[in-house]
Nanobody
Framework: QVQLVESGGGLVQAGGSLRLSCAAS????????MGWFRQAPGKEREFVAS????????TYADSVKGRFTISRDTAKNTVYLQMTSLKADDTAIYYC????????????WGQGTQVTVSS
């Protein structure tokens, strides 16, 4: 069984920063891409950022470009999301996801961590 466990969410003022972490575990787990999604109240889940296994390619939603940075420690099966210049619109539950390959479907999901940005 593969598990993704997020941490690092919380309450922050607008303009502040947070760093999310997601640790993957499982005896046979060997991930490809890992990524972050978010879901705000009353809205659908949306893509935030992703990174392939080697870390050489990252992709971001337009809404977070220049403010968020995704990185990973492959040896630890951990992905991070550094969020800066946070806005009230960034308030959401943030979910970690993992794929079995660099460009495959998102096969595994975490339970989510709440990020609340106060204006």
């Amino acid at each position: 069984q593969v598990q993704l466990v997020e941490s690092g969410g919380g309450l922050v003022q607008a303009g502040g920063s947070l760093r999310l972490s997601c640790a993957a575990s499982g005896r046979t787990f060997s991930s490809g891409a890992m990524g972050w999604f978010r879901q705000a109240p009353g809205k659908e889940r949306e893509f935030v950022a992703s990174i392939i296994r080697s870390g050489s390619t990252t992709t971001y939603a337009d809404s977070v470009k220049g403010r968020f940075t995704i990185s990973r420690d492959t040896a630890k099966n951990t992905v991070y999301l550094q969020m800066t210049s946070l806005k009230a619109d960034d308030t959401a539950i943030y979910y970690c996801a993992a794929s079995r390959s660099d460009y495959g479907a998102w096969a595994y999901w975490g339970q989510g961590t709440q990020v609340t940005v106060s204006s």
